[in-house]
């Protein structure tokens, strides 16, 4: 509560200074590279990460370190194709760089849908995780009450008490409120992390070939626990079909999350957030670090929560391990810090990182979905550009109302789902979908609308279609619906095929289409991408 205090605080400080549209969008261009690096990684680092990763690497050993190895690498790719090219030619949104010389209509349309499914997709991830993190603060089991209310209610009550905070956050800060949430919450979860990291290590003498091996000990797994193949990739014996859809399974995971991230809308926002290209730049190479940093970090966490709370005490909390961090928290500080009052304030140091980590996330994903409802449909399709700033804007808070009821209606329901699958997914629809149509854009001189637009919803349709169809969703005991069966599609992870369907279809869309590209416009683009004249 003290921490959700101090970050309205700030959103009411920043909403001061909110005047115009370019302070509600991109915070003023004000941010310097540091300060937006840190804001980067407080937005990327999401439950996903923090809560998920570390409960994977707990549960599954070697293999879940593959999460943070794919989320870290991807940011070679943002920082190499997109990250200053997009900072020079955009304003606002990811679509203004896509209809810079494109029809407008079609591509920004195309384009706000995108947005708003992975966001939304993204959305449902955090939500999901705030509510298990509260049922665990407040110890509430099946069957337990707190104030009346047993575990079910307690986390629909979360679910929207966190959806009424982000609305408020992008209503009342814009981008300046939220920018100054995730640079507080990027320096509190690394402070936790490293925190947690130093008395894993303590715990173990800084042996950490003791911690690896008490924690392959714990895990009931053995020498398995430390070496590939636990989770991904499975050797079955007999089954060469299988054997090679577990192996294809991987590879499409890594593809997804590898390209996903230049593709995310909450993280293409941020970067025109900053006054010049060279702030862009450094921005992303300060999120690396610190990104870097976090994910090495949650090897120590992962192992330490498998070394020191066990995987049956993990699993009989949360069945996906997404309170392993929170558990070894608990347990950590019941060792050092003496008995169970020690345990409870670590657990609610920790608690509070995670809750900090959830609501600096939800809040960057409605401002990017809301954005791009306000200045790409209505701003730009339904009013033709004939629109005031202050109308631009109050549409968007419009906007992040009407994202924030529907995200908290869905994530009502998705409660059984597991939040690392919906943040894959999310990552493999902004890879099928955006990144083709935005790498096409600056570097392909023939591209047209109708490759933009085939591009977008080609990838789009292809990875929710296959991942519908696929075991994630019925078909085995771990699905969203496990007593029913529609599966066809082998992959958990539909990367493999929809990435390159997405390519496909730009390509086939604007080889078959007779409207001609316009040089001009593209030269244009090329210069403004690549020397930032004219840049806003």
């Known amino acids: 509560m003290v921490f959700v205090l101090i970050t309205l605080a700030i959103t009411i400080w920043a909403s001061r200074q909110t005047k115009t549209a370019a302070d509600f969008y991109a915070g003023g261009r004000s941010f310097s590279g540091f300060s937006n690096g840190l804001a980067i990684g407080g937005d990327y680092m999401s439950a996903a990460s923090f809560l998920g990763i570390a409960g994977i690497i707990a549960l599954s050993g070697y293999d879940g370190f593959l999460y943070s190895i794919g989320f870290l690498v991807a940011w070679l790719v943002a920082l190499l194709l997109v990250a200053e090219l997009l900072r020079n030619s955009g304003k606002y949104t990811m679509a203004d760089v896509l209809a810079f010389r494109m029809r407008q209509t079609p591509v920004r349309v195309a384009a706000s849908i995108s947005t708003i499914v992975v966001s939304i997709f993204y959305l449902l991830a955090q939500m999901v995780g705030a509510g298990a993190l509260v049922a665990l603060l407040l110890g509430i089991k099946p069957g337990a009450h707190f104030l009346g209310m047993d575990a079910d209610t307690a986390k629909i009550a979360t679910i929207i008490f ?187 140091i920790i608690a509070a990182v995670a809750f900090a980590t959830i609501l600096a996330v939800v809040a960057g994903l409605t401002l990017a979905s809301s954005s791009s409802l306000a200045h790409d449909i209505y701003a730009s399709v339904i009013r033709k550009g004939q629109v005031s700033e202050g109308g631009e804007v109050r549409v968007a808070r419009i906007s992040a109302f009407a994202i924030g009821a529907v995200a908290i209606v869905l994530a009502i329901f998705a409660q059984s789902l597991n939040v690392a699958f919906l943040v894959a997914l999310a990552f493999a629809v902004a890879a099928s979908g955006n990144l083709p149509a935005i790498l096409y854009s600056l570097f392909w001189k023939r591209f047209t609308t109708a490759g933009a637009t085939a591009a977008i919803y080609g990838g789009l349709i292809t990875a929710v279609v296959l991942v519908f169809f696929s075991p994630v969703v019925s078909g085995s005991p771990t699905a969203m619906f496990p007593n029913s069966d529609w599966q066809w599609f082998p992959l958990s992870n539909p990367g493999i095929i929809s990435i390159p369907v997405g390519f496909l279809c730009g390509w086939l869309g604007t080889v078959l289409s007779r409207e001609p590209a316009d040089p001009q416009k593209y030269a244009e683009l090329e210069v403004r991408s690549l020397t930032g004249v004219g840049a806003h």
């Open 162 to 348: 966190i959806g009424i905070l982000m609305i408020v956050y992008v209503t009342v800060g814009g981008m300046k409120g939220t920018t100054y949430v995730q640079i507080v919450k990027a320096f509190l979860l690394m402070v936790g992390a490293a925190l947690m990291t130093v008395l894993v290590l303590a715990a173990f003498k800084f042996d950490l070939s003791g911690l690896l091996g008490e924690a392959a000990a714990k895990s009931g797994k053995g020498a398995a626990f430390l070496e590939p193949g636990l989770r991904y990739g499975k050797e079955v014996a007999g089954d060469a079909a299988q054997t090679f859809y577990n192996k294809m399974d991987l590879l499409s995971l890594g593809i997804a999350l590898v390209l996903g991230t230049a593709g995310l809308p909450h993280i293409l926002i941020r970067f025109y957030t900053v006054p010049n290209s060279k702030a862009a730049r450094k921005s992303v190479l300060w999120a690396i670090g610190i990104i870097g940093t976090f994910y090495l970090m949650t090897l120590a966490l992962g192992f330490g929560a498998a070394a020191l709370v066990g995987g049956e005490a993990i699993t009989a909390q949360d069945k996906g391990g997404n309170t392993a961090a929170p558990q070894l928290a608990q347990v950590l500080g019941e060792r050092f810090l003496g008995g169970t009052t020690g345990g409870a304030a670590m657990l609610a």
